[in-house]
């Protein structure tokens, strides 16, 4: 019980690390002697990062002052399941009469499953059909997707990240090695639908669906590059994505770089005004993982080779409303450089 509690002057980042701990998705704020403050979850962390705060600050300003809560011996099970499917809830504290919390109620709890069907409606593409020039000499056996991290390819860290909030629909783009990519899920028999999207030539990283668009008229599309497993909780990333209304949601990696010298800052004569000791400089890194309206795909133009980068960027000049989707660095795996690709394998 005590893993899902925290103080209000906790650290944004140790607050990222102890909700990834979590299997409760929210973390409940009390003082030390459990005295309820609040709740904090994974929205309430991106819009911090999202304001513009580092991470060194405190939770204070962010978490959640007047969450759902109900008090013990005056809730009854049907009243609180309601509240969890009407507002999402993965958890409800249980507070005494003097405020203190004395339990709380999860999912699990209240429905004995798992709410894992958050995702069982959206598209999932995967784009699978590069050489991984950067993987070579592996990719001159395997394509990129078949590359094993702990005794399964890479592609299946990736779909398993969906079907377990009730993805279910998988459409990979396909062109390098294509026949040994079916042959695999032919012989793997999933108990999910696997269309493939055949690319005669390269396509770039999003150009090869402009000849599927009316395949995906309904529902919101994630697409993911293979060779990133994101381990942030998806189904909270989609829920991000809703809430801003966004267009197209780009899912990024906030990244800090320190330079580890004494950088002198002088001005147009070259008089030195002032030396800045060891200065760092905070990143949004695109992680490779997009959300995004199925209307969206009307932008790319037909039999053309053609970046996610160029849909962005002409997404933005029509006024598309396109975000970011901010999670930590430990919640995702690039493994699309050799040398990434070999911690993972321990070389």
Same mark, same amino acid.
């Given at each position: 019980?005590?893993?899902?509690?925290?103080?209000?002057?906790?650290?944004?980042?140790?607050?990222?690390?102890?909700?990834?701990?979590?299997?409760?998705?929210?973390?409940?704020?009390?003082?030390?002697?459990?005295?309820?403050?609040?709740?904090?979850?994974?929205?309430?962390?991106?819009?911090?990062?999202?304001?513009?705060?580092?991470?060194?600050?405190?939770?204070?300003?962010?978490?959640?002052?007047?969450? @759902?809560?109900?008090?013990? +011996?005056?809730?009854?099970? *049907?009243?609180?399941?309601?509240?969890?499917? %009407?507002? /999402? &809830?993965? !958890?409800?504290?249980?507070?005494?009469?003097?405020?203190?919390?004395?339990?709380?109620?999860?999912?699990?709890?209240?429905?004995?499953?798992?709410?894992?069907?958050?995702?069982?409606?959206?598209?999932?593409? @995967?784009?699978?059909?590069? +050489?991984?020039?950067?993987? *070579?000499?592996?990719?001159?056996?395997?394509? %990129?997707? /078949? &590359?094993? !991290?702990?005794?399964?390819?890479?592609?299946?860290?990736?779909?398993?990240?969906?079907?377990?909030?009730?993805?279910?629909?998988?459409?990979?783009?396909?062109?390098?090695?294509?026949?040994?990519?079916?042959?695999?899920?032919?012989?793997? +028999?999933?108990?999910?639908?696997?269309?493939?999207?055949?690319?005669?030539?390269?396509?770039?990283?999003?150009?090869?669906?402009?000849?599927?668009?009316?395949?995906?008229?309904?529902?919101?599309?994630?697409?993911?590059?293979?060779?990133?497993?994101?381990?942030?909780?998806?189904?909270?990333?989609?829920?991000?994505?809703?809430?801003?209304?966004?267009?197209?949601?780009?899912?990024?990696?906030?990244?800090?770089?320190?330079?580890?010298?004494?950088?002198?800052?002088?001005?147009?004569?070259?008089?030195?005004?002032?030396?800045?000791?060891?200065?760092?400089?905070?990143?949004?890194?695109?992680?490779?993982?997009?959300?995004?309206?199925?209307?969206?795909?009307?932008?790319?133009?037909?039999?053309?080779?053609?970046?996610?980068?160029?849909?962005?960027?002409?997404?933005?000049?029509?006024?598309?409303?396109?975000?970011?989707?901010?999670?930590?660095?430990?919640?995702?795996?690039?493994?699309?450089?050799?040398?990434?690709?070999?911690?993972?394998?321990?070389?």
């Amino acid at each position: 019980m005590k893993n899902i509690f925290i103080l209000p002057t906790t650290k944004i980042v140790q607050a990222m690390k102890s909700l990834a701990s979590a299997n409760t998705r929210c973390l409940i704020v009390t003082r030390k002697d459990r005295y309820f403050l609040g709740t904090l979850n994974d929205g309430d962390l991106r819009r911090g990062v999202l304001k513009g705060l580092s991470g060194k600050e405190t939770i204070k300003t962010i978490y959640q002052k007047k969450p @759902i809560t109900v008090y013990e +011996k005056k809730f009854s099970i *049907s009243h609180v399941r309601n509240l969890m499917r %009407k507002n /999402l &809830l993965t !958890i409800i504290p249980v507070l005494n009469e003097k405020n203190f919390v004395t339990d709380y109620l999860t999912w699990n709890k209240i429905f004995g499953i798992k709410n894992d069907n958050s995702l069982k409606n959206v598209n999932i593409v @995967i784009m699978a059909g590069g +050489k991984g020039a950067r993987l *070579s000499p592996f990719t001159k056996v395997l394509p %990129k997707p /078949l &590359l094993p !991290i702990d005794e399964k390819p890479v592609i299946e860290h990736i779909i398993e990240k969906f079907t377990n909030l009730g993805g279910k629909n998988f459409n990979i783009s396909v062109n390098y090695k294509s026949l040994l990519l079916k042959s695999y899920f032919k012989e793997l +028999k999933p108990n999910y639908k696997v269309r493939f999207f055949e690319e005669k030539k390269p396509m770039g990283t999003i150009g090869g669906l402009s000849a599927h668009r009316k395949k995906f008229k309904k529902n919101d599309i994630f697409l993911c590059n293979c060779d990133v497993i994101i381990g942030a909780d998806l189904s909270e990333i989609y829920n991000f994505h809703r809430d801003k209304k966004n267009d197209l949601t780009i899912v990024a990696s906030t990244k800090s770089y320190e330079i580890p010298y004494g950088i002198c800052h002088v001005n147009k004569s070259g008089k030195l005004i002032k030396i800045e000791e060891k200065p760092k400089s905070k990143f949004f890194v695109n992680t490779g993982l997009y959300i995004f309206n199925p209307k969206i795909l009307n932008l790319i133009p037909k039999n053309s080779f053609f970046h996610m980068t160029q849909l962005i960027e002409i997404a933005k000049k029509k006024k598309f409303k396109v975000g970011i989707c901010p999670i930590t660095d430990e919640d995702w795996i690039d493994i699309g450089q050799l040398t990434n690709y070999s911690k993972y394998i321990k070389l």
